[in-house]
């Protein structure tokens, strides 16, 4: 069966600074992956996605993600934090096949401070 | 292997008239069971959850209403439309809180 774990439920960083929101997956298989962003009052915005190409995706806004399978880790990275980067992000797997269901991790919630 | 399937995709209804939103989980026992809206620019919205048959609770009070009349069933309701209740809904599913949600495909309600 397929999971994905969010390890931090709030990071904190400085403006100006490495982001770095981790994300672990299981999965019997072969697994798409994607990370999506909902600022407050926003609806949910796709940043990037893993579908068994190059391992490191680049998404929008300057986040870049690393599928690692030995680690079986998809954690989403920008090398300097912007203070518009202040959003919940949630780690994604689908289950099986393009049809699948999505399946969400709990949500990391970015704080970015002056 | 455990799936979620929500229906219909789409739906037109005018206001005042009724709804009914299914939603069903298969390949697993006891889930927990959510129903999520996605209001136009807004984000997700927990609107019900449910851990067991016959137990609802309401996040947000509002026009609609939730059932859960068998373990891996789940209904959302209302009885009379308003034009606030266009939106995005999303069903889900977890067995702990802790490790997230597995969402349906939604569907897409237009009061007109």
């Known amino acids: 069966a397929q999971s994905v774990t969010q390890l931090d439920s709030h990071v904190s960083v400085s403006e100006g600074t490495p982001v770095l929101l981790r994300c672990n997956y299981s999965s019997s298989y072969s697994p798409s992956l994607f990370w999506y962003v909902q600022h407050p009052n926003k609806g949910l915005q796709l940043l990037l996605k893993?579908?068994?190409?190059?391992?490191l995706v680049k998404g929008i806004n300057g986040f870049e993600a690393e599928f690692k399978k030995s680690e079986t880790s998809f954690h989403l990275t920008k090398p300097s934090a912007h203070m518009s980067d202040a959003a919940e992000y949630f780690c994604?797997?689908?289950?099986?096949?393009?049809?699948?269901?999505?399946?969400f991790g709990k949500g990391t919630k970015l704080s970015v401070k002056p | 292997s455990q799936t979620i399937h929500q229906w219909p995709a789409t739906l037109v209804q005018p206001v005042g008239s009724p709804l009914s939103l299914e939603c069903t989980v298969e390949g697993t026992s006891n889930p927990n069971l959510y129903w999520y809206r996605q209001a136009a620019g807004r984000g997700l919205q927990l609107l019900f959850y449910s851990v067991g048959i016959g137990q609802i609770s309401s996040e947000v009070p509002q026009n609609l209403s939730a059932s859960r009349p068998q373990d891996r069933q789940f209904i959302l309701s209302s009885k009379k439309l308003l034009l606030s209740d266009s939106g995005f809904y999303l069903c889900a599913w977890n067995l702990e809180r802790l490790y997230g949600y597995t969402f349906g495909s939604g569907t897409r309600l237009t009061v007109v």
């Open positions: 994604v797997v689908r289950a099986g096949g393009s049809q699948g269901n999505l399946i």
């Open positions: 893993y579908t068994s190409a190059a391992t």
